[in-house]
């Protein structure tokens, strides 16, 4: 079965930090680019970051860009989000998805909660 | 970057079809054949149902289907059942990243 699964989540102060993980089985790892999308509380998705399949390209929301760094190590079949200078803004379930080349998200893993909170 | 531009809120009773459209730019709906949509139950994941703009994975029902004219895009959904009531997203890529609308809520009457 192919299948997606984060962990890592938690409360974190204001300017803390946290490290986010994906674990992906059922499918060739080093095949495919894949991403972080996150959702607030009672709002909609949003793009944070992406990587391509062997790490060699990355990109991110400029809500993010500077204080989040994506990486993945295709042996352990693992995609990770580092998560530094943390708002209450980035208050959300975090989840990882395989990208479907440059067109969509076929599958998702049921998230991770981030709570930024004093 | 801007999200995209759906309406709140959609509704329709059973049998009958919907349509939910999602307005971008050039630089994103209307650059690029890049345009997908997913499905999300309440505490679920969300769920892709169309991509590259009128494509359906396999196991998606015919029942939706994808458009785009210029800058919008369209998910239809024909033939309504209750099991459908969710909330929809589309999503466009655009210059080396996506982004995402802001989601439409579907009621089935």
């Known amino acids: 079965e192919v299948q997606l699964v984060e962990s890592g989540g938690g409360v974190v102060r204001p300017g803390g930090s946290l490290r986010l993980s994906c674990a992906a089985s059922g499918f060739t790892f080093d095949d495919y680019g894949m991403s972080w999308v996150r959702q607030a509380p009672g709002k909609g998705l949003e793009w944070v970051s992406g990587?391509?399949?062997?790490?060699?390209?990355?990109g991110y929301a400029d809500s993010v860009k500077g204080r989040f760094t994506i990486s993945r190590d295709n042996a352990k079949n693992s995609l990770y989000l580092q998560m530094n200078s943390l708002r209450a803004e980035d208050t959300a379930l975090y989840h990882c998805?395989?990208?479907?080349?440059?067109?969509?998200?076929?599958?998702w893993g049921q998230g991770t909660m981030v709570t930024v909170s004093s | 970057q801007s999200a995209l531009t759906q309406p709140a809120s959609v509704s329709g009773s059973p049998g009958q079809s919907i349509t939910i459209s999602c307005t971008g730019t050039s630089s994103d709906v209307g650059g690029y054949n890049y345009v997908s949509w997913y499905q999300q139950h309440p505490g679920k994941a969300p769920k892709l149902m169309i991509y590259?703009?009128?494509n359906r994975p396999s196991g998606v029902s015919n029942r939706f289907s994808g458009s785009k004219s210029g800058n919008t895009a369209s998910l239809t959904i024909s033939g309504l059942q209750a099991e459908d009531e969710a909330d929809y997203y589309c999503s466009s890529y655009t210059s080396s990243r996506w982004v995402f609308g802001g989601g439409t809520k579907l009621t089935v009457l």
């Open positions: 998805a395989r990208n479907r080349g440059s067109s969509a998200f076929d599958i």
């Open positions: 990587i391509n399949w062997n790490g060699g390209s990355t």
């Open positions: 590259d703009v009128s």
